[in-house]
């Protein structure tokens, strides 16, 4: 859990630890202009916790060599990186997958709330629909 | 004492509860009740679809044994990234 960081700084620092790695698949996860600004509440204590358990998973899962996972809370405007996944494997499946897996599971399976503010009213942001969908896929 | 956390939409209705647990509570679906009783607001809350209920920085899926000593947490639905 962090304030505002470079996901290039951090993705190339990634990079340079890597050793014999075929593929890095990142995603970086960007704050969208319908809202004036969002707002990202977690459990101290526990969300740290939570998203170390789903990279871990992902590492065991896929075989990974390495993954990043940094994610902001707090305020946050039109244009702010929110979130940036990093997975390294020898072969891009693996990284693609597991970068998708975590990114699912950061969605709705890990501590933290979304809030937005428009027009000066605030209102709490559930998962989609989609987003539950998305996190069965994982499911076997 | 028994600390009872609220997060997301459901920390609106309540703040953190410091509290002694009333004897007739020994399991976190007591406790549901029971804080529904005093606060009609956070009863509505707790009833919503999605909730987690986490003890001792553990989700559970089904009621559990609570003691004193013990950090519940109960949060509307998760949303990140």
């Not at chain 2, 009333?22 to 399991?27: F, L, V």
């Given at each position: 859990m962090t304030e505002a960081f470079d996901p290039e700084l951090e993705l190339a620092r990634f990079r340079n630890y890597q050793?014999?790695?075929g593929a890095i698949v990142s995603f970086t996860g960007i704050v969208r202009s319908d809202a004036d600004t969002l707002i990202l509440s977690h459990y101290p204590g526990f969300t740290d916790d939570e998203v170390k358990r789903v990279g871990e998973q992902a590492l065991e899962r896929w075989g990974l060599k390495d993954y990043m996972i940094i994610h902001r809370v707090g305020e946050m405007q039109a244009g702010d990186v929110i979130v940036l996944v990093a997975a390294a494997s020898r072969h891009r499946r693996d990284a693609f997958e597991a970068t998708d897996y975590i990114m699912d599971k950061l969605k709705s399976d890990v501590p933290f709330w979304k809030q937005e503010k428009r027009d000066g009213a605030v209102k709490w942001i559930e998962p989609r629909a989609q987003d539950k969908d998305d996190l069965k896929r994982w499911e076997t | 004492m028994a600390k009872i956390l609220f997060y997301g939409r459901l920390s609106e209705c309540s703040d953190t509860l410091d509290i002694t647990l009333?004897?007739?509570?020994?399991?976190t679906s007591d406790l549901m009740v029971w804080l529904g009783s005093q606060n009609p607001a956070l009863k509505k809350a707790l009833e919503a679809n999605g909730n987690r209920v986490a003890v001792n920085r553990t989700m559970i899926s089904t009621s559990c044994i609570i003691t004193d000593k013990d950090e519940i947490a109960f949060m509307s639905p998760l949303s990140g990234g």
């Open positions: 050793k014999n790695t | 009333p004897k007739m509570i020994k399991t």
